[in-house]
């Protein structure tokens, strides 16, 4: 069975930074593309960033760019969200997501398919 979990989330002071960390388990995330989103209360979910299996490449909205990357751990079957210089506007809830198709690429920031999703994790940007 698959599992994606989030961990990392909590409260930071605006211009700080956290790691937020998508574990996966009975799926080996290196063979897929996979997607972190967030949703802010009130407001749609939405993509944030989304790496590629294969060639690794990477995507990101613009309102995070510069400021979030995303890698993978291949060893620790994780995926990470680096956030650095984090915003009020950053606060949401995150989730990863991972298309279930090896080896296919993100067409862009947002992943396009996602057959698994994660439970979430709470980020709070406030002073």
């Known amino acids: 069975q698959v599992q994606l979990v989030e961990s990392g989330g909590g409260l930071v002071q605006p211009g700080g930074s956290l790691r937020l960390s998508c574990a996966a388990s009975?799926?080996?995330?290196?063979?897929?593309?996979v997607g972190w989103f967030r949703q802010a209360p009130g407001k749609e979910r939405e993509g944030v960033s989304c790496i590629s299996s294969s060639d690794g490449s990477t995507y990101y909205a613009d309102s995070v760019k510069d400021r979030f990357t995303i890698s993978r751990d291949n060893a620790k079957n994780t995926v990470y969200l680096q956030m650095n210089s984090l915003k009020p506007e950053d606060t949401a809830v995150y989730y990863c997501a991972a298309d279930n198709r090896p080896y296919y690429y993100c067409s862009g920031y947002e992943l396009i398919r996602t057959d698994y999703w994660g439970q979430g994790t709470q980020v709070t940007v406030s002073s």
């Open positions: 009975g799926f080996i995330f290196n063979y897929y593309a």
